[in-house]
């Protein structure tokens, strides 16, 4: 089953403005990983954030992780076109890398 | 450095039919994975290799689907018979570092995608 959740399913906004989803999952984690997935292509891997970790910062890009809720938020700053993808939050445990369904997000010129 | 080659890209079948799957991961990668996602469902993982063992493979519905990884390196995936419900994307992945379990950072191929008629 999948253990992560993001919220919200899909999001559509302007170039310019920023973009932020949620991931939420329910048991221990070791690391929570963020991928990026472009219409009909492979995923790729965005950023890591370990369990004892708060906040991370890739670019345009933070993470930030609150393992007493149980959440993770993914921010995408001065967004732009080519960010339009669905986004995965994944969650690293013992046993294995689960996937949450996604956020499809829509950045429109 | 190359990434992970997958084939073939597309692949169209009637149920009952076989099909495979071809993936050579990033050359030194210990790690190789395979996913199946369904449209509109993030990727679940099917099996994992360290090798050319299996680390992993709860989730591989073993009455129809086979895996196998010679030489540590290349990997090929069989769906035989393929029903209906097996129309979706399989994603092939690679890591570095061997050991951890879905730890590392995963390196994905471009896909195969399956349609079962």
């Known amino acids: 089953s999948q253990q992560g959740e993001e919220d919200p399913q899909a999001l559509s906004i302007q170039e310019g403005e920023n973009a932020t989803m949620n991931c939420s999952y329910k048991?221990?984690?070791?690391?929570l990983q963020w991928y990026r997935q472009n219409s009909g292509r492979g995923l790729v891997h965005l950023i890591l954030?370990?369990?004892?970790?708060r906040e991370k910062h890739s670019g345009r890009l933070r993470v930030t992780l609150d393992t007493s809720k149980k959440s993770s938020s993914l921010l995408i700053t001065a967004s732009r076109a080519a960010d339009t993808a669905s986004y995965f939050c994944a969650t690293a445990g013992f046993q294995k890398l689960v996937f949450g369904t996604g956020t499809r997000l829509l950045v429109s010129p | 450095e190359a990434g992970v080659a997958q084939s073939p890209r597309y692949k169209i079948i009637e149920k009952r039919q076989s099909v495979a799957f071809w993936c050579n991961p990033i050359?030194?990668?210990?790690?190789l994975y395979w996913y199946q996602q369904i449209l509109g469902q993030g990727p679940k993982l099917l099996i994992q290799f360290q090798n050319n063992g299996v680390v992993d493979d709860s989730q591989l519905p073993k009455d129809r689907f086979s895996a196998e990884r010679l030489k540590g390196v290349d990997s090929t995936l069989k769906i035989q018979p393929a029903k209906l419900e097996d129309s979706a994307v399989y994603l092939c992945?690679?890591?570095?570092?061997?050991?951890?379990?879905?730890?590392?950072?995963?390196?994905f191929g471009p896909g195969t995608r399956l349609l079962v008629l």
């Open positions: 992945a690679s890591s570095f570092l061997s050991g951890g379990r879905g730890l590392e950072t995963q390196y």
């Open positions: 050359s030194g990668h210990a790690t």
């Open positions: 954030i370990r369990s004892n970790e």
């Open positions: 048991t221990s984690i070791n690391n």
